[in-house]
C-alpha cells in the first residue's frame, strides 16, 4: 500500500457521549499528526469532531475540515483548521472528503456517521475505489452493525469478504495497523466516477 498522508475521520458530533470514546477521538486525531497524516473531516468544532482536529492540530498536525453551508450556518464550525472548505451540499462534502482522503477510519457516530460508513464501503465493493476503511469499534460500539452486516451475508443479500473490504480494531493502536496493513481491492480496467 502506498504511504498515507490524508485520512478522512468519520464520527460523530454529539458531546453527550462515555468518556471513553472522547479518549478514542483525542488518541486518533493525536496519532495521526503524530505520524504526518493530514486528518480530513467534517469541519465541526464539536462532538468527537471536534476533540479529534483539536488533538491533531494541538500536536502540530494539518486539519482539513469540510463543511456543507447548511451546517455551518448553525456557526458549528472549527475556525482554527489549517483549511476550511464551505461546500453547497453533502453530496459535495462528501465527494471532497473521499478524493482528498487515502484512507477512512470510521469512530463511534450516528445516522450521519453510519450514512459515511455504508456509502464508502459500497463504492468500495463497487470497486469505486481502493482505499483503506477501518471501524475504530471503541468498547464494542459498532459491534452491533458489524453483527448485522455479517447478517446480510449469511441471508444471501450481500456477499462481501470482510478482510478486503474492511478492518475493525478495537483501539486506536489497532487502526494505524489496520491502516498500514490493509491490502487494496483490485481495481476495475476503467475507472468509475464517484
Known amino acids: 500500500m502506498k504511504t498515507l498522508s490524508s485520512v478522512c475521520v468519520y464520527c460523530g458530533a454529539s458531546s453527550r457521549v462515555a468518556d471513553v470514546h472522547k479518549e478514542a477521538a483525542h488518541a486518533l486525531g493525536d496519532g495521526l499528526a503524530r505520524r504526518g497524516i493530514r486528518m480530513i473531516y467534517g469541519g465541526g468544532r464539536v462532538g468527537l469532531m471536534g476533540i479529534?482536529?483539536?488533538a491533531a492540530l494541538a500536536a502540530g498536525g494539518e486539519v482539513v475540515g469540510i463543511i456543507p453551508e447548511h451546517?455551518?450556518?448553525a456557526e458549528v464550525e472549527h475556525t482554527g483548521l489549517t483549511e476550511?472548505?464551505?461546500v453547497d451540499s453533502m453530496h459535495t462534502r462528501k465527494r471532497m472528503m473521499v478524493e482528498r482522503?487515502?484512507?477512512f477510519v470510521i469512530l463511534p457516530g450516528g445516522l450521519g456517521t453510519l450514512d459515511e460508513a455504508f456509502?464508502?464501503?459500497?463504492w468500495r465493493q463497487l470497486q469505486l475505489h481502493d482505499k483503506p476503511i477501518v471501524f475504530a469499534d471503541v468498547d464494542g460500539y459498532w459491534r452491533p452493525l458489524l453483527g448485522l452486516i455479517d447478517h446480510m451475508v449469511a441471508q444471501g443479500f450481500a456477499r462481501i469478504d470482510r478482510s478486503t473490504l474492511y478492518r475493525v480494531?478495537?483501539?486506536?493502536?489497532?487502526v494505524f495497523e489496520a491502516l498500514e496493513t490493509m491490502p487494496g481491492a483490485s481495481r476495475p480496467d476503467q475507472p468509475k466516477k464517484l
Not at 456509502?119 to 459500497?122: C, S, V, Y
Open 101 to 103: 482522503s487515502d484512507a
Open 52 to 54: 479529534a482536529a483539536d
Open 71 to 73: 451546517i455551518q450556518s
Open 119 to 122: 456509502e464508502i464501503l459500497t
Open 84 to 86: 476550511l472548505h464551505v
Open 169 to 174: 480494531a478495537d483501539q486506536i493502536d489497532g
